[in-house]
């Protein structure tokens, strides 16, 4: 399991490494994260325990919302006076991107 986490890490090393030398509007994970499929596609899939390691990682993915949730209530009163902005913000960005 140890491995698996270092080969998920090391790949996203890589990917802000990319992102910062080259200034890409990409962020490094993104780019770390097409890296692996690249390299899991030309070996042929994952191994067995890059897979468990992967499927662990997913069964606790709701864990990573929490801080996202703490930063809500942590800035209620300014969301509450900029709500307008942001609503339009974020209905704009997802209609341009079910467009594309």
Excluded: D, Y
């Amino acid at each position: 399991m140890l491995a698996a986490i270092t080969l998920l890490l090391l790949f996203q090393l890589v990917g802000e490494a990319i992102s910062m030398f080259f200034a890409l509007p990409v962020p490094g994970p993104v780019i770390g994260m097409a890296l692996l499929f690249a390299a899991l596609a030309w070996r042929g899939g994952p191994s067995i325990e890059l897979r468990e390691t992967a499927q662990n990682l997913l069964q606790h993915l709701s864990l990573l919302f929490v801080p996202a949730g703490v930063g809500i209530m942590l800035h209620w009163q300014r969301l509450s006076e900029e709500w307008q902005p942001l609503l339009v913000a974020l209905v704009a960005s997802t209609f341009i991107t079910i467009s594309i």
